[in-house]
């Protein structure tokens, strides 16, 4: 069993900054990928950033250079610090990861959500 628990969430107005923090914990053996996905209302999911087993970040364009995305991998945790928020930017943001339980059984693990609401 896996759990992402994830904080950092709320109210910021327009230039703002936040920084979400997710948490794995349980049967854990190793992980993979770990990411932040985000929806707003009446749109698709989408990825914001992940970051890889070997340290590689994948930013979709529209956070370039404002988000960061971090693990401790002491930890199991993943951040993403988002500086320069948009209202553009509100949306339920999502933990994702891709997590080995035992040798050779890789599955998905999401989040519960938590909303990012920027607004003045």
């Known amino acids: 069993q896996v759990q992402l628990v994830e904080s950092g969430g709320g109210l910021v107005q327009p230039g703002g900054s936040l920084r979400l923090s997710c948490a794995a914990s349980g049967s854990i053996y190793s992980i993979n990928v770990m990411g932040w996905y985000r929806q707003a209302p009446g749109k698709q999911r989408e990825l914001v950033a992940d970051i890889h087993s070997s340290g590689a970040t994948n930013y979709v364009d529209s956070v370039k250079g404002r988000f960061t995305i971090s693990r401790d991998y002491a930890k199991n945790t993943v951040s993403l610090q988002m500086n320069s928020l948009r209202p553009e930017d509100t949306a339920v943001y999502y933990c994702?990861?891709?997590?080995?339980?035992?040798?050779?059984?890789?599955?998905?693990?999401w989040g519960q959500g938590t909303q990012v609401t920027v607004s003045s």
């Open positions: 994702k990861g891709r997590i080995e339980t035992r040798p050779r059984k890789l599955d998905v693990y």
